[in-house]
Each structure stands twice: as structure tokens, then as C-alpha cells.
């Protein structure tokens, strides 16, 4: 933030907002969504950004931040850092919260996304995920820059969510001073946390384009009020509207109000953005924030329900019925039919069985009687084929028989990598089961371990699944490698 103590701000644009900060109701609004220079409000996205990334481990407060020569040159507010100079990022962070050094926030940036401009994008991503619609940031630090705007409507949200989605980190914007590592550092916002009852934040903006801006939040009881202001000619003609706007705030704000947190964003680290409206970015060269990949494949991989099948109805088989009333019919004519032939004779027809004879029965046509006949005498010794014979013929030649495989033809395996231990390539074969479930999912999943390491394999294969699912994962970057049968 840029001051000059002796000139006061041009007739900047006013705007102001205020809002019931538990429900988000708005309580005053005065050309609130008027695009305008936000100056250092400007860091309060720089900070959120950087809490956001501390939270999710993309780089830690106490990570030591090496000053470049973009940042070392910034121009005033500064804490006056030095190009190549070591310094752990809280430090960075309470002198943007506190003092709103420019140098700290520039460094901030380039720590988290290597770069200003890349980190302007994620800025401006995370703006999006919020709802700051009418918001776009070119810098980390606020000074004007073209195209560098936004609105009292979208910095009064944005101030929301540092309350609701960072409350570890909300004290800073309280603090009289703090100590920035190189030495202790004043509050700009000091004034009015000292003349406003229960006001414990949030940030001051200057600039000559912009005028004085404010985006401050008090509590009394279970009140609570966030009041934007945009445009004030001095910093106690500002001071003073901000004061009369909160007073407003807490006089139309109900005593009690169900708390209606906002929702906080989708996380939108470096790379690609985890919003599904972020484009996809790519980190510059030289980048020093951390790379973070989300997996999006499912843990577990329910098996879907049954389709309900409705009762079937027994299916005839025409061709079947036909047969059996044509034997029926033929039967029944048998039967009252008498033989046109002696009977000695009707038996003479039968093929000569050696069986005990068979008397004919009655009328019954010879065929009924051949089909009664004595099935052949068992033999007198059965030998299994688990023992061997006391005796065995001379002439006998051994028969040899190989045992048939069982594998149906799957004895193909693929590799998808040697890891270090048993569990890593467990988890190795688990995940890309599952990324390629279509053409291993009869396959068995096995570990071997050898000489180089542990390997996961995909056992009892067909040689066409094991090609088709190479071709797969290779498609996809996953590492893959076809075994046939040794």
C-alpha cells in the first residue's frame, strides 16, 4: 500500500457495502457492484491464497522463502526485503496482513506459484470459486495496474470467507503490531481497531486511483458486521463513514440469526485447478510451489444392484410335444394291433442277444420284448486304474496320459512396475485395477519378490487380454509389460 501522508486521495468513485456477516443478508448497498481499484484489499486474496495452501499441505508457514529481485523492488508500503535474502513465510505473511507490504505480498506469490503472473491466475481463480464475479487481479500487492478491478460487493464476500473459512489465521488483522522477522511492524488499520468498539479487523487500501478503501468487520454480542467502503477522501473522513455505516449495520441486524457459514471453495492448487471452471494451467519453468495431483477414482467400486426380471413363463418346445404324442399315438396303436405273424416267428425277428431268454408277454410286439432283454453279465474282475494288476500281460504296452490344463489358455501375465516393498506394489496393482477395471477384472493380482525389487503382475491372462490391457494402460502412462509362459 502506497501512502502519502501530505496529499489527500482525488475524488475517487465511491462505493460502499454492508452486510450481516452470520447470514450474508445485505444491510446497505451503494454502488456496490461498480468495478473500481480495490489498492491493497488486493491482499486479502494474496493471503487467503496463502492459507488455502498452507491448509492443504501445499507449502508450510515455516518454509524459508528466498527474496527475488521482482519482489525486492516493489515500491513502498514495503518491510524492505533484500534480493536473495532467506525469510520463513509467516514472516512474509504477517507483514502483508499487518503493515500490507508490497515486497511480502510479491513474495508470497512467487513462493506459492513461482511466479506473479501464475499466481495472479490462481488469484483470479479462486475469486470465481467464491463468487466474485465482477473481480480481476494482475498483481499480489494492488497497485494499479490496468485492468486490476473489483467491487465493494465482491471484496465485502471475499472478507466473509477469510472469517468463516480461516479462523486460525483471522487474530492477524486484529494485531496493533506483530513482528515480521526483520523487526516489528504497525497496523495500518490501528485507528479505527482502536476507536470502534469490537472491531477486529479486516484491511486498509491506498492508492492514488483508488482513494481510501476499507474493508472492516466488528462483533458486539452475537452481532456480527462486515462494512466495505471504496473511495473515502482521507483516512478519518473513511474511518468516520465506516463507523457510520456500522452503526447502521448493527441497528437493521436482528439480535439473533441462525449462522449461515458460506460454503467454501473447491481447492484450486497450481496445477489444472480442482474447479471444474478453472481452465487448465501449466507451471511455469523454474516454479517453486508444490505440484499437487488429486486422485478422482473411487475408493470402492460398489457392484451395482440386480435388474429386477420378471417371472418367466415355461417354454414349450413344439418340436418336443410333437414327438412325444406321436410316440403316444404310435404306442397305443401297437397295442391294439394284433401281430400278423406267428409269434415264434415275431421273436425270431429280434437280433440274437446272448442273455438269458425272455418269455413274451401277451400281445406286447416283439421290439417291447427285445428292450427287456438282460443287460450283458457283468465281468468277473474289474480293475481300477488307481492299482496296478498283480500280473500284467506280456504283450501290454504302458499308455501314457498328460494331465490336461486347467488354465483354459491363460497363461499370460502382465508387470506394472518393481516397487520398493510388498505394500507398494500391492497398492500399485489395487489402483490400476481399478483405473482399468474392464480388462482385468478376471485377472489375479500377485506379487513376486526377486532380486530387483517387488513385482506387480496380473496373472492368468489370455495372451488377447494381456496384449489389450497393455495397449490400455500404456494409453493411459501407466507402465505396462506383457509376460507369455516360460
Given at each position: 500500500m502506497v501512502f502519502s501522508m501530505s496529499a489527500r486521495a482525488q475524488a475517487a468513485p465511491y462505493a460502499a457495502m454492508v452486510i450481516d456477516a452470520r447470514t450474508g443478508k445485505v444491510l446497505h448497498a451503494r454502488n456496490a457492484d461498480t468495478r473500481l481499484h480495490p489498492?491493497?484489499?488486493?491482499?486479502?486474496?494474496?493471503?487467503?491464497?496463502?492459507f488455502e495452501a498452507i491448509k492443504h499441505g501445499e507449502i508450510s508457514a515455516d518454509t524459508v522463502v528466498t527474496i527475488t529481485s521482482k519482489a525486492a523492488a516493489e515500491p513502498p508500503s514495503k518491510l524492505g526485503l533484500r534480493k536473495g535474502q532467506k525469510i520463513k513465510l509467516r514472516y512474509l505473511i504477517r507483514a502483508a496482513a499487518v503493515k500490507s507490504a508490497n515486497d511480502a505480498a510479491t513474495a508470497?506469490?512467487?513462493?506459492?506459484?513461482?511466479?506473479?503472473?501464475?499466481?495472479?491466475?490462481?488469484?483470479?481463480?479462486?475469486?470465481?470459486?467464491?463468487?466474485?464475479?465482477?473481480?480481476?487481479?494482475?498483481?499480489a500487492h494492488g497497485l494499479t495496474e490496468s485492468g486490476h478491478l473489483s467491487t465493494a460487493r465482491d471484496m465485502t464476500?471475499?472478507?466473509?470467507?477469510?472469517?468463516?473459512?480461516?479462523?486460525?489465521?483471522?487474530?492477524?488483522f486484529s494485531r496493533r503490531s506483530t513482528h515480521a522477522g526483520m523487526k516489528s511492524v504497525n497496523n495500518t488499520n490501528r485507528r479505527f481497531l482502536n476507536s470502534?468498539?469490537?472491531?477486529?479487523?479486516?484491511?486498509?487500501?491506498?492508492?492514488?486511483?483508488?482513494?481510501?478503501?476499507?474493508?472492516?468487520?466488528?462483533?458486539?454480542?452475537?452481532?456480527?458486521?462486515?462494512?466495505?467502503?471504496?473511495?473515502?477522501?482521507?483516512?478519518?473522513?473513511?474511518?468516520?463513514?465506516?463507523?457510520?455505516?456500522?452503526?447502521?449495520?448493527?441497528?437493521?441486524?436482528?439480535?439473533?440469526?441462525?449462522?449461515?457459514?458460506?460454503?467454501?471453495?473447491l481447492y484450486a492448487g497450481n496445477v489444472g485447478g480442482a474447479s471444474p471452471a478453472a481452465p487448465t494451467e501449466r507451471v511455469e519453468p523454474g516454479?517453486?510451489?508444490?505440484?499437487?495431483?488429486?486422485?478422482?477414482?473411487v475408493k470402492r467400486s460398489p457392484r451395482p444392484a440386480p435388474r429386477p426380471v420378471a417371472a418367466e413363463e415355461p417354454v414349450v418346445d413344439t418340436q418336443l410335444a410333437s414327438l412325444t404324442d406321436s410316440i403316444k399315438d404310435a404306442v397305443a396303436a401297437a397295442a391294439d394291433v394284433t401281430p400278423a405273424v406267428p409269434e415264434a416267428e415275431a421273436v425270431a425277428l429280434v437280433p440274437t442277444i446272448e442273455t438269458t431268454p425272455v418269455q413274451p408277454f401277451g400281445n406286447e410286439p416283439a421290439i417291447a420284448q427285445a428292450a427287456m432283454a438282460s443287460p450283458p453279465p457283468r465281468p468277473a474282475a474289474i480293475i481300477l486304474t488307481s492299482l496296478e494288476p498283480a500280473t500284467k500281460p506280456?504283450?501290454?504296452?504302458?499308455?501314457?496320459?498328460?494331465?490336461?490344463?486347467?488354465?483354459?489358455?491363460?497363461?499370460?501375465?502382465?508387470?506394472?512396475?518393481?516397487?520398493?516393498?510388498?505394500?507398494?506394489?500391492?497398492r500399485r496393482l489395487l489402483k490400476t485395477a481399478l483405473r482399468e477395471i474392464d480388462t482385468l477384472d478376471e485377472a489375479l493380482r500377485k506379487v513376486v519378490k526377486r532380486s530387483d525389487g517387488w513385482h506387480a503382475n496380473f496373472v492368468s491372462?489370455?495372451?488377447?487380454?494381456?496384449?489389450?490391457?497393455?495397449?490400455?494402460?500404456?494409453?493411459?502412462?501407466?507402465?505396462?509389460?506383457?509376460?507369455?509362459p516360460s
Open positions: 489498492a491493497s484489499l488486493t491482499k486479502m486474496m494474496t493471503l487467503y491464497v496463502a508470497i506469490g512467487i513462493a506459492i506459484s513461482g511466479s506473479e503472473a501464475a499466481f495472479a491466475r490462481r488469484m483470479n481463480r479462486t475469486a470465481k470459486a467464491l463468487g466474485m464475479t465482477r473481480t480481476h487481479f494482475k498483481n464476500t471475499l472478507g466473509r470467507h477469510l472469517f468463516y473459512d480461516h479462523p486460525g489465521y483471522y487474530n492477524l470502534y468498539k469490537g472491531a477486529d479487523g479486516i484491511k486498509t487500501g491506498f492508492t492514488n486511483a483508488a482513494g481510501f478503501n476499507l474493508v472492516a468487520s466488528a462483533e458486539r454480542g452475537q452481532e456480527r458486521i462486515i462494512t466495505t467502503v471504496f473511495g473515502g477522501r482521507s483516512t478519518a473522513s473513511r474511518n468516520a463513514k465506516v463507523a457510520e455505516l456500522m452503526d447502521l449495520g448493527f441497528r437493521r441486524a436482528p439480535s439473533r440469526a441462525a449462522v449461515r457459514k458460506p460454503a467454501p471453495p516454479a517453486a510451489g508444490k505440484t499437487i495431483r488429486l486422485i478422482t477414482a506280456a504283450d501290454a504296452t504302458p499308455e501314457i496320459v498328460t494331465r490336461m490344463s486347467t488354465s483354459g489358455g491363460r497363461h499370460y501375465a502382465i508387470n506394472v512396475g518393481v516397487l520398493g516393498s510388498r505394500y507398494q506394489a500391492e491372462m489370455t495372451q488377447e487380454q494381456a496384449d489389450l490391457a497393455c495397449r490400455r494402460l500404456n494409453a493411459r502412462n501407466t507402465r505396462c509389460k506383457v509376460m507369455g
